[in-house]
């Protein structure tokens, strides 16, 4: 079996696989034309985001047996094309869940106690306790949107705080336990202090926090979104916080990302994220939520197992 590797990942997944007998090359820069070309002569594809992993280069994989993405998301990877080919497809959710529940939590007690805010100023010489005074986390009602994998580590991070969490799924249910409250998203709108987003992309969840949705949104609320930038409107999260509907925003991920999801697409600040930037009530990092020396092998780990019981 020969595997093609179009993106850098941790060296586990090919250790796995050549003990196995697999035959792993490196493409790491290779424009899509070039792997066009040559996908033909690969059993197996390992890729990130580098490149879109279309329904031309899946037919092209004449003998291609599956595709593996490091990682959760599958927007790069045509997989109604793939299933029409017979092709596998799969990811690595388990990999990084733990580290994305993480982080949103990370993220979210930043913000509610000022750290950033009072960090910048005692280096600066100001020490002010009374306009720092921040909230607990306990007691606020913290809403989840999508209970996959993610979702269920935001919980179990939060399951310490004596928060009350209410989790919404279209497409789970019977999961409520542990502290976790089943709900409508309806509910989650009429009693949250707190929502984060823990969905797929797809046409569906495109935008999926707009104007409508803040606006149907009971309380003032903080936004949470540690999964694809492209769930959330920027011009109505802006329109959110200048309102003060929204009092406060934690954003691993953003709308002007770059499909490759490294970087913002250059010289591309609209007003509404240039506002959102400038803002002391939010809080940004460059979609590193899942980005940890532990995923990075985890996510691997979890491929060679996945591709192993599969095609070995």
């Known amino acids: ?41 690969y059993h197996g594809l390992v890729v990130r985001s580098r490149l879109p992993i279309d329904a031309e280069l899946l037919r092209a994989g004449s003998k291609l047996q599956f595709v593996a993405r490091s990682g959760s998301g599958l927007e790069n990877i045509d997989t109604s094309a793939a299933e029409e080919c017979g092709i596998r497809v799969y990811s690595s959710p388990e990999g990084n869940c733990t580290a994305v529940g993480e982080h949103a939590t990370g993220m979210l007690l930043t913000l509610l106690r000022h750290l950033k805010r009072a960090d910048a100023e005692v280096r600066t010489g100001i020490w002010e306790r009374e306009g720092n ?26 399951s310490g705080f004596s928060a009350r969490i209410l989790a919404f799924d279209k497409y789970l249910s019977g999961f409520a336990g542990a502290g976790v409250t089943e709900a409508a998203l309806e509910q989650v709108k009429e009693d949250c202090d707190v929502i984060s987003v823990h969905l797929p992309l797809s046409p569906e969840t495109h935008r999926f926090i707009d104007a409508d949705f803040i606006d ?26 200048a309102s003060g509907k929204v009092t406060g925003a934690c954003l691993d991920v ?6 490759s999801l490294e970087g913002l697409h250059p ?31 985890k996510l691997s780990a979890v491929l060679a197992k996945k591709i192993i019981a599969g095609h070995f």
């Open 1 to 41: 079996m020969r595997v093609l590797f179009l993106d850098s990942v941790h060296p586990a997944l090919e250790e796995a696989l050549t003990e196995k007998g697999a035959v792993c090359v490196h493409e790491l820069n290779a424009p899509y034309e070039d792997v066009l070309r040559q996908i033909g002569n």
């Open 133 to 158: 005074r921040g909230t607990e986390l306990g007691g606020l009602t913290v809403g989840i949107i999508g209970y996959g994998h993610t979702g269920r580590a935001f919980a179990r991070c939060l």
């Open 216 to 241: 149907s949104v009971r309380n003032p609320f903080i936004l949470i979104n540690t999964a694809r930038g492209n769930h959330v409107d920027t011009e109505a999260l802006a329109a959110g916080l």
């Open 254 to 259: 953003l709308e002007y990302e770059k499909k």
């Open 267 to 297: 010289g591309e600040m609209p007003e509404a994220l240039r506002y959102i930037t400038e803002s002391d009530r939010t809080l940004l990092t460059p979609h590193i939520a899942g980005w940890t020396r532990a995923s990075y092998y």
